[in-house]
């Protein structure tokens, strides 16, 4: 990804951080990614908490911040949904430092539960990452999720499904995503589809395998509570390409972003 946009120009979405992260890329790589005079950033300031939920690190996420478009003006004055996010701005507006104000909201113990208005609210009135981090990071608080409408079938192609059982073995094929289902479409017989539902996951995650330049993400793994676990790996991993089950993880992430994603297992 990070070989990518350094050769084209790239429209950087929180899923493509988010890949980028999981395939093993370090910091000072996206950071340089998302300065990128050849790239654009087109997140908003909800995607931000979608990142540091994530782990994605704090300074490139404060980076990401210095890129985000202002929101285009309203035709009435925008309103909070949390009106005390008015006095926070009011004492943005009277030159207060953000590290006061930033400790000024640490210590008053309230909770803020940021709607995305209000995410929105705070970029437009010039608050800066660290006062948006010290709401976020106030006991009780929830982030705003924001789920992408899922198109009616999206296929994911060039999985390889591993081997279950005795003198089973690999097939090739695709997992095709329908609402909350997925489904494993086979390639060589029909008798090898099945389906499953995404509500039902325990857990996602990838395996990767350490290398002098970062971890290679080359399998998508899921665990089905109380049930089976089903392991796909890229049909081009050993040509060096991932790029298929980055692909499912972005889809994932986009479409059913309750679904638990669990460390990467990392392999010498």
């Not at 909770?111 to 995410?119: P, T």
């Not at 997925?182 to 350490?210: I, Y």
Request: charged letters at 20%; a negative charge.
């Amino acid at each position: 990804m990070l070989a990518v946009g350094a050769a084209g120009a790239e429209e950087l979405t929180v899923h493509s951080i988010l890949a980028a992260q999981q395939s093993g890329a370090r910091a000072d790589g996206m950071i340089a990614m998302v300065r990128s005079p050849a790239n654009t950033v087109a997140m908003t300031a909800g995607d931000l908490v979608t990142l540091r939920d994530a782990g994605v690190p704090e300074n490139v996420i404060s980076v990401i911040w210095a890129f985000l478009p202002t929101p285009a003006p309203a035709p009435v004055a925008l309103e909070p949904d949390d009106s005390r996010l008015v006095d926070i701005v009011r004492l943005i507006d009277s030159g207060t430092s953000e590290q006061n104000i930033a400790e000024q909201v640490r210590q008053s113990g309230k909770a803020y539960n940021l709607s995305v208005n209000d995410l929105v609210y705070l970029k437009k009135s010039g608050a800066r990452e660290s006062t948006i981090a010290a709401l976020l990071a106030t006991p009780g608080a929830t982030a705003p999720v924001v789920p992408a409408v899922a198109p009616s079938e999206v296929v994911l192609d060039g999985l390889v499904m591993m081997k279950r059982g005795f003198l089973r073995k690999d097939r090739t094929g695709s997992l095709v995503m329908r609402g909350n289902s997925l489904a494993w479409e086979d390639s060589g017989s029909q008798s090898h589809n099945f389906t499953f539902e995404a509500t039902g996951l325990e857990k996602v995650w990838f395996t990767c395998e350490a290398r002098s330049s970062g971890n290679f993400c080359h399998q998508i793994n899921f665990q089905i509570v109380k049930g089976d676990r089903y392991r796909f790996r890229d049909a081009h991993g050993d040509s060096g390409s991932n790029a298929a089950v980055l692909k499912v993880m972005e889809t994932l992430r986009t479409y059913l972003p309750r679904i638990t994603y669990a460390t990467p297992d990392v392999a010498d």
